[in-house]
């Protein structure tokens, strides 16, 4: 095997570090500094995928490889950082946001087997679900006085965010992604969610530069927009 053959794989395995970095960040109340490494994990995430194909080093090991790094990543970092900042004072209720690495997981083993999967999502993909979550956790750390922060502390909002995201992880719900070629043309539908999308990115940016928030905000703002937009866009298509 040639040493072309190796880069993607040696890509995903920094993918890998990232995420485990950020869970020991996270453990030591470095909140803002795991969400830093996450983000370099999904940066690691999509280049493994893009030098795979422009060298042609497909491989059965890295498939396998992208799926555990993301695990970690993407599920595990994103729960701990939110155990890290839920407020309540129940130990058992605490545990409660450790059940998104779970189901991250067990989207990212129907990932695999899913033929449908190549153009769009179905289900929440694991890394919008880690940005929302890491965003949201890195805010509440960062401005302790805001409402985010507040919210966190309630015993509720977090639980129930942990179920909303673990059901919407493992559903049947459409969702666009930003993957391009392959082949197909984006259709109407997916090309103005995308823009849609991008537009409320621009918007969270402006709001959070003009009222001089965490940059953490813009993050949360997107992916939530992102979530929001799916769904909207699934009622109207079932009116």
Known sequence: M???KHIPNSITSMNLLCGVLGVIFSL???LETAFVLMLLAAVFDFCDGLSARLLKAYSDVGKELDSLSDVVSFG???SVMLYCVFGTQSQVL??????IAAFSALRLAKFNLDERQHDSFIGLPTPACAMVCGSLACFAAEVPGSFISRWCECPFFIVLLTVL???LLVCEVPMFSFKFGGGRKASRPETVKRIVFLAVAVLGTLVTAI???HWSLVFLVAFAGYIIINLLSLAFVRK
Request: net charge positive; hydrophobic share 50%.
């Open 211 to 213: 009222g001089g928030w």
């Open 28 to 30: 030591d109340g470095k």
């Open 2 to 4: 040639t040493l072309r």
């Open 165 to 167: 995201l673990c059901a």
């Open 94 to 99: 605490r545990l409660f946001p450790l059940l």
């Open 76 to 78: 595990v970092l994103p």
